[in-house]
């Protein structure tokens, strides 16, 4: 049975440092994501990468702050957020997909974590 767990979240400080974590149970995928939803607002991309990690994607409003990461002995991917503002305030979805490719789109991914909230006061 496939689960993805994450951990992490927490109401940081404006220009400071969080690391998301995601482990997932069951087995392993070709694309891992990120993504994050605010109230009122649709679900929105974050970040992607391989099943080994090498090749990764950002949306423009994270690049240079947010690094995702995988961890293949331990099963786990990563979101190191740096230089958090108070509009990256939103709860934190995991996500795997068995195909590559698409790496923005919600529908490619077809299994989601839990979520993890993000709270970034100012």
């Known amino acids: 049975q496939v689960q993805l767990v994450e951990s992490g979240g927490g109401l940081v400080q404006a220009g400071g440092s969080l690391r998301l974590s995601c482990v997932v149970q069951?087995?392993?995928?070709?694309?891992y994501g990120w993504f994050r939803q605010a109230p009122g607002k649709e679900r929105e991309f974050v970040a992607a990468?391989?099943?080994?990690?090498?090749?990764?994607y950002y949306a423009d409003f994270v690049k240079g702050r947010f690094t995702i990461s995988r961890d293949n002995a331990k099963n786990t991917v990563y979101l190191q957020m740096n230089s958090l503002k108070p509009e990256d305030t939103a709860v934190y979805y995991c996500?795997?997909?068995?195909?590559?490719?698409?790496?923005?789109?919600?529908?490619?991914?077809?299994?989601w974590g839990q979520g993890t909230q993000v709270t970034v006061s100012s």
């Open positions: 990468c391989g099943w080994t990690g090498a090749n990764t």
């Open positions: 069951g087995r392993t995928f070709s694309t």
């Open positions: 996500s795997a997909a068995s195909l590559s490719g698409f790496w923005s789109r919600a529908s490619t991914y077809e299994h």
